[in-house]
């Protein structure tokens, strides 16, 4: 069964200060990984995804993304973070086509991300 | 303006009342998925719908139900809900299952007492 990993419930960081945030999952084939996120009071909105290809992708609002597939890691960065990045980000990964669950999207348990003027 | 709508937005019932939560998109995507959202659990799914007519478990399907008769609606029924069913619940649409954008509606927070 896939499975997501966010290790850290809560980060905080300084504005204008680096961002990471981890992501570990657990799949049997190549995994399509998203990230997601989250403002207070709104649905999910997708920043970024991965399939194939370069294993380092641009998403929106400034994020990156890396797939190490020998980590089985995706995780999420930005070099300068804003305010306004103040949310909750969830990592997920969905299953691929041909397999008995393909429709299947898991979702990490998230991180709460505080930024600090 | 593309958009998943859900209703109601907010609602507290009784145990054992039966409730349908509805969910609808103007996007014409085949694909369909119910989640529910609980603090330091993230968000896990309920049930998934690949086209009308097709729905599948996700990961925590006992207790609800769902249908989807048209492709615009997938309507989520709790049949005899319980305390341990209140929860943030959210109805996502894509054009597809696998590498496919969810669409996420503005949720739906139960509360049964």
């Known amino acids: 069964a896939q499975s997501v990993t966010q290790p850290d419930i809560h980060i905080t960081v300084s504005e204008g200060a680096s961002l990471e945030l981890r992501c570990n999952y657990s799949y049997g084939a190549t995994p399509y990984l998203f990230w997601y996120v989250q403002s207070p009071g709104q649905g999910l909105q997708l920043l970024l995804k991965?399939?194939?290809?370069?294993?380092l992708v641009q998403g929106i609002k400034g994020f990156e993304a890396e797939f190490k597939r020998s980590q089985s890691s995706f995780n999420l960065r930005k070099p300068s973070v804003h305010w306004s990045d103040a949310a909750e980000y969830f990592c997920a990964v969905g299953s691929s086509a041909g397999g008995t669950s393909y429709g299947k999207l898991t979702f990490g348990q998230g991180t709460i991300l505080t930024v600090h003027p | 303006e593309a958009q998943v709508t859900q209703n109601p937005r907010y609602l507290i019932t009784v145990t054992g009342k039966k409730l349908t939560v509805t969910c609808s998109q103007n996007m014409n995507h085949e694909y369909m998925s119910w989640y529910r959202q609980d603090p330091g659990l993230g968000l896990r799914q309920i049930y998934y719908?690949?086209?009308?007519?097709v729905t599948d478990k996700g990961d925590v399907p006992e207790g609800y139900k769902v249908s989807r008769k048209e492709k615009r609606n997938f309507p989520l029924i709790l049949e005899s809900p319980s305390p341990n069913q209140t929860s943030l619940y959210f109805c996502a649409s894509s054009w597809g299952a696998g590498f496919y954008e969810q669409y996420f509606g503005p949720g739906t927070r139960l509360t049964v007492t």
């Open positions: 719908s690949m086209n009308v007519e």
């Open positions: 991965y399939f194939s290809g370069d294993t």
